[in-house]
């Protein structure tokens, strides 16, 4: 079973005051992109478990062992609905890593969807929903896809009204951002001032819904 997945970019992202369990609360504006990562589930010999090979033109960091998101996400699978799986997972990546652009989130996301059609599981959207956010923050969207607002930790989504075609332009860097890193300097930089709550941009909703590029992008 194959299931190509879209990397994200964040149109808006305003970040709340670190919270008691270490995270933070954010409002963010999620758009689905046209760059892809196919994951691909086998199932393979009893006994033999989960198992993982990345492959594409994006593989620097990423972990070919238990750590891997897909694998997370196939093992969540087998203890939701109780079954043995033995599946080997292969992620062809054009997603960029360690870029803001959820490529891990992603594969975890397609693992998902992949595990429910090849075990003919069954689930509804929000059983998936549920568990990709037991998973991560950005891992709703992913399943989700779109345009969408995520409140929370970013996994509680609101589909936004959207129109119109949009052509980013991405530059990448040769060295990735660790997403507790960009955090963490983002608390020190504040850790004096007092953070504004968190709300979606009015402007960006009403840019998103003329359909305007030139809107969207101020």
């Known amino acids: ?16 005051p670190r919270e ?13 992109i046209s760059i892809f990562d196919d994951v691909t589930i086998t199932k393979s010999n009893p ?5 993982i090979s990345v492959t594409g033109e994006h593989t620097h960091g990423v972990p ?4 891997n998101l ?25 997603i960029p890593v360690a870029g803001g652009m959820a490529g891990g989130s992603a594969d ?3 693992t998902l969807v992949a595990m429910d059609a090849l075990y003919k599981l069954e689930a509804t959207r929000e059983e998936l929903l549920e568990l990709g956010s037991q998973l991560g923050s950005d891992v709703p969207f ?3 896809g779109g345009t969408a607002v995520g409140t929370g930790r970013g996994d509680q989504l609101t589909a936004a009204l959207s129109r119109g075609t949009y052509h980013w332009v991405f530059a990448l860097s040769t060295v990735g951002l660790s997403t507790p890193a960009v955090y963490a300097e983002c608390d020190r930089m504040r850790a004096e001032l007092e953070v504004a709550d ?6 960006l909703m009403q840019a998103l819904l003329s359909g305007n590029p030139e809107l969207v992008g101020r």
Do not use: C
């Open 142 to 144: 992913m399943i989700a």
């Open 47 to 51: 006994g033999s478990g989960v198992t």
């Open 198 to 203: 968190q709300k979606v941009s009015d402007a």
């Open 70 to 94: 897909a694998v997370k996400a196939a093992q969540l699978i087998a203890e939701k609905f109780d079954i043995d799986v033995d599946v080997h997972i292969e992620v062809k990546k054009s």
């Open 64 to 67: 070919e062992d238990h750590s």
């Open 1 to 16: 079973m194959t299931v190509r997945v879209p990397a994200k970019v964040n149109l808006q992202l305003s970040v709340g």
């Open 108 to 110: 975890a996301a397609a």
């Open 20 to 32: 008691a369990d270490g995270y933070h609360n954010l409002v963010s504006v999620f758009q689905a």
